[in-house]
T-cell receptor, first 114, second 111 residues
Framework: GAVVSQHPSWVICKSGTSVKIECRSLDFQATTMFWYRQFPKQSLMLMATSNEGSKATYEQGVEKDKFLINHASLTLSTLTVTSAHPEDSSFYIC??????????FGDGTRLSIL | QQQVKQSPQSLIVQKGGIPIINCAYENTAFDYFPWYQQFPGKGPALLIAIRPDVSEKKEGRFTISFNKSAKQFSLHIMDSQPGDSATYFCAAALGTDKLIFGTGTRLQVFP
């Protein structure tokens, strides 16, 4: 069964609003989680590494003030897209390594900004 | 240095065929090479993974071949089925650190 859960799976909102996406590890603690963005028919692009209890590490070109990441507990990381615009519409996916196991991915969140 | 190159971009085979997807990397420090399968609207699911001390790994109908000297690895799908139609991504990483994904291969298996 799933070991990483994402919520919501799909969200539609108006331009200018902020949207929060949750990523939970279901049966393990994750001190690190990863956030990816995937445009249609493209690969996954790493946005940031979420670190429990400390600041996230953002990849080059990703605006940290636009994509706020909070990893307040060992089982939950959140990504908030602030003042979202149509160009932010994408598929957002999180993942978490479990021990020495490979990264387990959530089922993604489809974000549509009107 | 951090790129993973994947080919082909798309692949069409008949049921029973053996599609082969190839990947190449530059960073010799990578020590973990997984393959993921992704269906539309879903997150990637791990298929099979290999570490550089092994030249081949087989799990069910999926086989990874790994050539450390050439810095290349490939995925073979034996006896492919229509249900295997999906997008496949290779990736590389250092341990459980961030994954660097290839560009993806869209596979279609026709009955």
């Amino acid at each position: 069964g799933a070991v990483v859960s994402q919520h919501p799976s799909w969200v539609i909102c108006k331009s200018g609003t902020s949207v929060k996406i949750e990523c939970r590890s279901l049966d393990f603690q994750a001190t690190t989680m990863f956030w990816y963005r995937q445009f249609p028919k493209q690969s996954l692009m790493l946005m940031a590494t979420s670190n429990e209890g400390s600041k996230a590490t953002y990849e080059q070109g990703v605006e940290k003030d636009k994509f706020l990441i909070n990893h307040a507990s060992l089982t939950l990381s959140t990504l908030t897209v602030t003042s979202a615009h149509p160009e932010d519409s994408s598929f957002y996916i999180c993942s978490a390594p479990r021990g020495w196991e490979p990264q387990h991915f959530g089922d993604g969140t489809r974000l549509s900004i009107l | 240095q951090q790129q993973v190159k994947q080919s082909p971009q798309s692949l069409i085979v008949q049921k029973g065929g053996i599609p082969i997807i190839n990947c190449a990397y530059e960073n010799t420090a990578f020590d973990y090479f997984p393959w993921y399968q992704q269906f539309p609207g879903k997150g990637p699911a791990l298929l099979i993974a290999i570490r550089p001390d092994v030249s081949e790994k087989k799990e069910g109908r999926f086989t990874i071949s790994f050539n450390k000297s050439a810095k290349q690895f490939s995925l073979h799908i034996m006896d492919s089925q229509p249900g295997d139609s999906a997008t496949y991504f290779c990736a590389a990483a250092l341990g459980t650190d961030k994954l660097i994904f290839g560009t993806g291969t869209r596979l279609q298996v026709f009955p």
